[in-house]
């Protein structure tokens, strides 16, 4: 008998899964501008402020702190009250708490608001992608995961625009663009009642009725006809059944599938360190780790190190702009090739062109090569990171794909406080071809991890 699960996956793609791809992407475009603008932020404070190197780099880490708890959370909330719910309320955390970082009245202040904004960060970056991978069509899921984390460069380029056009204006310039990032406080009501909740996560908690008509939506926008019954977990319970999904009729196998699809979460969770996923879990920690050091290392740091070399606010926040804009292609890219050269090798390719962009930007010493080679950066490593969200949801059955997916972000974010952290120790002890020389070492270690990933082209969700 065809599952609810099978049904999606065999459908085409609709208007449904444009709608539920195009919220979240803006979600997750609108995290990005908050993560990007913290870069422009702390380039201006250090002229306002006249804050010390290792001050900013504690403005820059903090968040990080944050997101790495928050993804962790995040993740482990998303298996056990449903993903839509935490994706909106990390909206409205972080939304909130970024307006209130705008009235910061000193970096203590900052830091601690900042600190809240990543605990709402973290917790919805890997919601939103186990979100979408799991009503994604089979046949294109990497490509629609990939579209997803396109969003990112959207909203980076909106922290780029930000950044350029409102900073500068005077003092209080990134005080008006932190206020900016109170809008995703409200796009938290548009996710809260527009998106619907995964239909695994419905079945596994025992509501079959709500993840029954969710799946009929979803065929109804693709003109495809429903089964004569209800399929998947609880099959035997029609839409008129009780709250135990049991009619006369089909009292005993109802009762004994509402038994399984109402076990507890933790029971029937498979550990990500088990036998059988361990050696997946540990390489996709490597990945998120390597790609977290070297990412955020850079672009959190490059408007200051643009400053620092002799460029003022304006020329490095121009320049900032034009490499961010390369963000676009490498996602376009990565999103065509995932189904053609599949997730493994698309990941694997993508983080070896950041090595080389990353070793090449390093050894930048003109205003032309340094684009060049910012650009070339831009492209890969966004391009990995869409390739790194799509495979992430596909390693881990229904049970512990958000708690699976969350650890991993989770340890990545370990890198990404120690990153901005490691960078004026890096500069004292040489320059920017010792930074830039760091962080293509990580890219390599993360190709290597990735190349040991199993390949899940065209592979369905498990969803035990």
Partial sequence: MTTRTERLDGLPFTRKHRKLLLGSGVGWALDAMDVGLISFVMAALAVHWSLSPTELSWVGSIGFVGMAIGAALGGLLADKIGRRQVFAVTLLVYGLATGAAALSTGIAMLIVLRFIVGLGLGAELPVASTLVSEFAPRRIRGRVVVILEGFWAVGWIMAALIGYFVVPVGDDGWRWALAIGIIPAAYALVVRFGLPESVRYLESTGRVDEAERIVRDYEASAGVEPPAAPSGPSASAPAHAGADGATPSHAGAASASAGAALASPA????????????????????????????????????????????????????????????????YAVAAWLIEIWGRRVTLAVFLTGSAVAAGLFGLADSPATIIAAGMALSFFN??????????????????????????????????????????????????????????????????????????????????T
């Fill in 267 to 330: 029971e029937s969770a498979e550990s990500i360190w088990s036998a059988r996923l361990r050696k997946r879990t540990a390489a996709l920690w490597v990945v998120w780790f390597g790609i977290n050091f070297s990412y955020y290392g850079a672009f959190i740091w490059l408007p200051s190190l643009l400053v620092s070399q002799g460029f003022d606010l304006v020329k490095s926040f121009g320049y900032t702009l034009i490499i961010t804009l390369a963000q676009l292609p490498g």
């Fill in 382 to 463: 966004l391009g990995a990171w869409g390739a790194l969200y799509a495979i992430g949801p596909e390693l881990y059955p229904t049970s512990t794909r958000g708690s699976g997916t969350g650890a991993a972000a989770a340890f990545g974010r370990i890198a990404s406080i120690i990153a901005p952290l490691l960078v004026p120790l890096l500069l004292d002890l040489g320059d920017t071809v010792m930074v830039f020389g760091v962080f293509a070492a990580a890219f390599v270690v993360a190709a290597l991890a990735a190349f040991t990933l199993p390949e899940r082209k065209g592979v369905a969700l498990e969803d």
